[in-house]
Every structure is written in structure tokens, then in C-alpha cells.
Nanobody, 127 residues
Framework: QVQLVESGGGLAQAGDSLTLSCAAAVSRRPFRDYAVGWFRQAPGKGREFVAAVSGTSAFTDYSDSVKGRFAISRDNTKNTVYLQMNTLKPEDTAVYYC??????????????????WGQGTQVTVAS
């Protein structure tokens, strides 16, 4: 069982940076056993994959829309995953969710990926 809590969202101006955090509480397996992904959903749109990191940070993956601007990282000693968002754009406005799964990030884009989800944090980027 994994419980996830996102934080760090808020209002930013275009070009600003924000860092989101995803804190996990795990009960049966160590946090490093779980890959973690960030997803977002803008008003009126479907959920979109943003970035993912494997359990030991050996592998990362990014959507084309954020590659080069966002960076995902994790600290397994703190059971936390971070999403550093730079050069924010108005189109980055969305609710951001983190999700964890025992499966590989190789299949993170599948709609079935993500056994555990957080409640989301709002990011609003003004132009």
C-alpha cells in the first residue's frame, strides 16, 4: 500500500520555475520498489503523462512537451519524488498528480499504469 501527497503547486508567471513534491507513505515494500510518474490534467482535457523515474533513478522519461524544461528526481531516503519545472508556459496550467506503480516506467504511458495516485496539486501559469 502506498499513499501519495503532492505539494508545491501554485500561481506562477510565464518563465518562472516551480518545484513539485510527491511524498510517499509505504507500508509493505520499500519506496525504491516503485516507479513514480507525474501526470497532469488541464480543464476540459484528458490526463497527460509528464515525466517518470524508475525506483533507483536509473531511468527517466519525459513527454515531448516538457523535455528540456522539467526534471524529475527522487530521494528514496525521504520517500519523495520531485518535479522541477523551469521556463513555465501558460499551457503548463493543470492539476498535477503523482502516481506510483510496481511496474516499469517502460509502460508508464499505458492508461492502466499507476496503482496508487495522489490527490493532485494545482499549477497555474499566467502569461
Amino acid at each position: 500500500q502506498v499513499q501519495l501527497v503532492e505539494s508545491g503547486g501554485g500561481l506562477a508567471q510565464a518563465g518562472d520555475s516551480l518545484t513539485l513534491s510527491c511524498a510517499a507513505a509505504v507500508s509493505r515494500r520499500p519506496f525504491r520498489d516503485y516507479a513514480v510518474g507525474w501526470f497532469r490534467q488541464a480543464p476540459g482535457k484528458g490526463r497527460e503523462f509528464v515525466a517518470a523515474v524508475s525506483g533507483t533513478s536509473a531511468f527517466t522519461d519525459y513527454s515531448d512537451s516538457v523535455k528540456g524544461r522539467f526534471a524529475i528526481s527522487r530521494d528514496n531516503t525521504k520517500n519523495t519524488v520531485y518535479l522541477q519545472m523551469n521556463t513555465l508556459k501558460p499551457e503548463d496550467t493543470a492539476v498535477y498528480y503523482c502516481a506510483a506503480d510496481e511496474s516499469s516506467i517502460a509502460i508508464v504511458r499505458l492508461s492502466s499504469w499507476g496503482n496508487y495516485w495522489g490527490q493532485g496539486t494545482q499549477v497555474t501559469v499566467a502569461s
